[in-house]
């Protein structure tokens, strides 16, 4: 058998040059917004969800839950336009027995659960209080965090694919999606000024602070598993930590935020503060964007080596 | 039963024969191919060997494209192990595409045909079997009926230097132990049944 | 659905075209469409199968950037890129401007009408030649840049102008400057699996080429040498047989060489008996001189020098083994960087393998076994010095006595007994019986040419052929000369052609520098063009002819006796198939034959047209063509084979069963034993050849370089390996992969997407030491200049099996810039636009090689 050294090829080079992993050429920008927009959809409900179950931030999360439902639907119409034939759509519900191994059946199960359960929750405010509308909202809730690991699973199942193929890609993907669903939710906040104050807006600052770092940590795990999993995961890593990646990214889609939470933290009332939770919230949503255009363009495929 | 294919690259001289006989017989439009030659490149010079590696589905006995198939439409076959996919339930999600470790599945996504918009008479002739929106791959030349009519498939039929060797599983079996044959990465579990000999 | 209605379904026999290997094919035409092509299982050419170009027949059948209707220019300004105002004419118009421009030229003067063919569909241009030169003495031309020299090498070494090893008893195989049988060369198809066999069997494989192509990759041992030093590589072999190891066949030397003859050492010409002019050997046994075939000879001298009329003769082999002396395998280092270890290891595998004194019985008949053969074709060729070069190397095989039996080098179709059922066509190679030499039944057609009479014919310069033939003995086949003598007719004193016409072939692409060709094309008054497509040449061109494709045409008999397309060998029955439409002519256009039948009645040879049939074909009674009947090319087809194999064996048993074959037998195949005739080992005659040259031109005054006329093979550099500036380091060569043919497949969509997915064909190899040195690296643009200026551009693949003083492109002469070839336009680099035409540098004076090898500088573009 022969073995080849990866570190001396050039992903970008000529295709075939040797059989070499390549980029993975069948899901492109809309499964990222579709990742995207489901993550973002499940993250702002289940947020709004606690924040009303806990009742705090309601104005905001009395919209947020209505808008989680909505988001996660285009996203999914999104999947949807992704399909070669849309037209046959039908059949994710209508094959037996696939949802035992397919998590594009599982995932159309989940969304479609989800969106109903949410959107029933969220339409119908008088529902919220009840013992029922808070049962219906828990369920639709479990059902957010399965929409926020789904889109993970469904790339991490392919183990053709050594950069996505990791337990630790669902696991990023639902923190930065949770991400991605408070910076929303801050977003809503601007427009309740009345009712969020320098407090509630010190609060999201922190609860930021915290899932960020979260993570940034998780993203870092998942860095270091992967690479050591293999040398075309290895150079799958080299490949999505481009330089416009680790600007746009990470720095200006995770440390800009953070830096920019923590000092909001700290001086909770500077004016004009809310300025900056707007573009860190922005910052976030687009690193977020960023993150999973990343991941799905940096899939190389594993070399096929004799 | 499974049938399997066996690919002695001692013979192979990587001509791609295979590549355009399979594409005369499917008629498969541009950017699709069932059937393709892999080319790398070993060592360092002057201790550096070239190896052409013909490849195709491998119609793996653990198929990965098979179970996260939403739509039913790829199975492999009980009677013959035959990995096919129904063109007429496809959805065209790719999701075997990606699963699929070999690249072996193309989605047929363009009405082009390879002189551009106009079909030639040939492409118009095997446009049935290429609908758009959906997956193609190798299908040891089933639908084309070549097994049914006893036949070889085309790319065994016709490879130039005889390099390719089909028949059931079993069979094939005691030349890839004799010839000490291999499959193309095992440890991901897939079991395929294309072998090569070194 | 509806049920569908009953198709009309039928597989037609008939004989590709996609390369000149005219392999025996079965087409799928359903409903008049074309949906399949499969090899003919009938035929031993091809077997069954189809190689990648081969299945692609119907991909340019319906290109549409086919041009199947006759055209004429209307804008006179020619040029590359400017638009030639081509508009769509009548056959009429077609055939009378043409008749009328190639009448008027004939009737100025016959020589100033220039014929061009080559490679594709060489039957049919075998007889435009027959045509426009034979019948109306017009001058012909071809870019045989691949069969220079080595055609006639094989006629004196193999009886026919073509030889291959004898796959199926080979052991041991080296390959010099060739992807014989793993991606190229005649009989391609064929040899592939009789190859692939053989290395299964565990049959061993070396190969010379600087880069690792179709053939490196698959041997057991790659010597990457510097281009042309293959003459030097193959004489360090023989130094190490010779005078380290002691291994050479001598039996085999004394019996079927000339190397016993005794040599005069100062004429370096044979000592010979005054009266009979016979040369003398040394007979051992009782110390004296005979005539080579004197009766009492018992012990015929091999080595050493006697004493004769007073003189020290040395035999002809002494003074082989002598010349060797100075290619030492360190000196072999030296020039071909192959290490001197590798260079004797490979000479001794050579020579153990070689089994010489061994035997083997095949059929019932008792043959020496040699299974080792040294065989090279176009990497070689591509050298002035190739003629020495491959000689060398075909030495190798003399030297161990592995010519023309079994094992060993053999010709593709030496001999024939002809159809059992009539005998015919039937063919021996002849004896040069002065000196007992072996001639040949040539390459083409089994016509008999000794080349032996060429040497000793007297030549009178010709100052109105550019060919050079008539100072050219040995070379009858490339016509080379007429590329420097047209560009500038002045320093051999000769004249232009004014009227061109090009059949099947692309000059401003396959030759050398693209400007310099556009500025020869543009040295014509008319240019006629009878091909599928608008190439780069057809921007020159005033007359566009299209000929229908060969999926729509009848050709002449298309392998048969025609052995240049198919290999020989005892495994391979005779086959004589049919080339027939299968579907109708777009446009109705016919034929190439059937054009050239029309010229001829125009141009009024008709008559003596049909008699080049008669005699090529050796048509008699019923079946001889009436000189004044205008026949088409099915009624010629029909008598050939009527009158070959009987008259149940017409066009339509042939177009009902493609193909007719039967089995060949074992003296067929081995000229030893069944002849006695000799190999030359000492060139006494080439000598002779040299001295008549000398005569001819010093006659003309002509500037001629005769030094390559010697008796023994001598390696000298390539002109561009004197190239000492540093900055220009690098030799850029190209190769032909297995799915590619000359300049116009990257047309054929599949073809084209092959070569895109290729690592490799669009772009420029460099080795990875090499670039790492000058900074480079792969998908960088890059730029070739050559010392005389010229450039070319392409895109950099880093690779390791390649050369560190080379570069290498697939084709070489790609990258066209016809706007009428969509999908081929700008693909590829054309390095050969870096060598320049004029002048006659380039070319060796005694069998017309092109010398491609230049030095390079690259430098990001
Ligand atoms: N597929 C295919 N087959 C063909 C043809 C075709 O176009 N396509 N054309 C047919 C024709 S016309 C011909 S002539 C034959 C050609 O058949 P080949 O002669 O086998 O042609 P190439 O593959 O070009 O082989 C030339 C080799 O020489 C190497 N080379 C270059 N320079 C040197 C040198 O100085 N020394 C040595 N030792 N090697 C060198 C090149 O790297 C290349 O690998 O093939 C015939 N068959
Ligand atoms: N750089 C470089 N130069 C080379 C070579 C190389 O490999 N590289 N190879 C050299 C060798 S070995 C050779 S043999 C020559 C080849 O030289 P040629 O045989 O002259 O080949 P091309 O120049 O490609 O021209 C072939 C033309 O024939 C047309 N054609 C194809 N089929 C048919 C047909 O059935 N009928 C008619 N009428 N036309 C047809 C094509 O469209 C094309 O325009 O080139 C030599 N020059
Ligand atoms: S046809 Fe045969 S020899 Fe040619 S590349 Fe395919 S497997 Fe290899
Ligand atoms: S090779 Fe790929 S497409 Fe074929 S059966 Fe295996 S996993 Fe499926
Ligand atoms: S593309 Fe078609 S065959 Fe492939 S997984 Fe989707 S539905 Fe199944
Ligand atoms: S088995 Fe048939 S479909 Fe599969 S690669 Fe070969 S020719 Fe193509
Ligand atoms: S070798 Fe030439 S003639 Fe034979 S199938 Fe291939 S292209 Fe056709
Ligand atoms: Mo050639």
Redesign the interface.
Known sequence: ??T?DMTSI?P?????????P?V?T??GWWVVLYIFLAGLGAGTFLFSFIMLFMDKLTDPARIGVFIGPILVSIGAFMLLL?????L??F??FT????WK?????RG?YILTIFVILSLAYGLLPWLQASALGKGLGLVAAIFALLVLVEPGL?LA?????PLWNTSALPALFFFSALNAGIALFVLISLAFPTTIGVAEFQLMAYINIVILIVTLVVLASFLEIVKETGSTAALSVRLLLSPSFVRWGIQGGMLAPLAIFILCAIVPDVVDIRFFYVVASLLILSGGLILRAGMVNSGL??P??? | MSYAMVIDLKRCVGCQACVTTCKAEHGTPPGVTRSKVMRKEVGKFPNVMRVSLPMLCMHCESPACVDVCPSGATRKREEDGIVVVDKDICIGCRACAMACPYGARYPVSSKEGYFGKTLTPFEEAKKDGMPIGVIDKCDFCFSTGKLERGVVPTCVQNCITKARTFGPREEMMELVVERKGYQLEPELGTDPSVFYLP | MTAPAVKNDVWIPTVCNMCFCCCAIRVHVVDGVVVNIEGNPDSPVGEGRVCAKGATGMMMLYDPNRKTKPMKRTNPKKGIGIDPGWVEISWEEAYSLAAEKLGEAYAKNPRSVMFQFFITNTITGMFGLQLFQTVLGGQFHYPDICGAGIHNLSNFFNGTGNSCPDYDYNKLLIQFGMNAGTATRHGFNMTVRRFADARAKGSRLIVADPRMGASAEKADIWLPVRPGSDGALAQSFAYVLVHELGIYDRAFLKKYTNGTYLVDPDTKRFARDAESQKPFVWDLSDSTAKVFDDPSIKDVALEGAYEVNGKTCATGFQLYIEGLKKYTPEFGEKETTIPAKKIRAVAKEFGETANIGGTIVIDGKEFPYRPVAADCFSGVCRHKNGWHDMWAIQNLNTLVGAQNVPGGLVGFAPACNGFPETGRPKFYPATWEKEHMLEATTMVLPFPDSLYEHAYTPLKYDFNDMSMFHIMPFNHNDPHFNVPCQLDPEPLKQQRCDVLLAYASNPLKHWGNNDEMAELLLTYKYIIMCDHYLNDSSYFADLYIPEAHFLERFDLPPNGAMNHHTIGLLSTPWAYPIRQPVVPARDDAPGGLDIFLELAERLGVKDMFNEVFNAIYGLTGENALDPDTRYQCTDIIDRIYKDWFGPKYDLEWFKKNGVLTWKRSVDEVYLYPYTDARLPLYWDHQMEAGKNVAAAVEEADIPWDISEYQPLPDWVPCKDHYVTDPEYDLHPLYYTNAWSVDTWTNEIPWLNELNELDPYAYNIEINSATAKAKGLKTGDRVKLEAQNGYKVYGNLVVVEGIHPEVLAVAGGHWGTKSDYLPIAKGKGCPINHLIECKGVKRLSHLSANFDQCVKVKVTKA
Do not use: F, Y
């Not at chain 1, 094959?95 to 696939?98: E, F, L, N, P, Y």
């Open positions: 058998m022969i080849q050039d970008k080079s000529p295709r075939n040059v040797m059989i070499k390549e993975q069948h899901w992704d399909l070669g034939s849309p046959r759509a059949r994710l094959t037996r027995s696939t191994t397919s998590w594009l059946v159309s469904l199942v392919n183990n053709s694919i495929r594993l096929v080596i004799s």
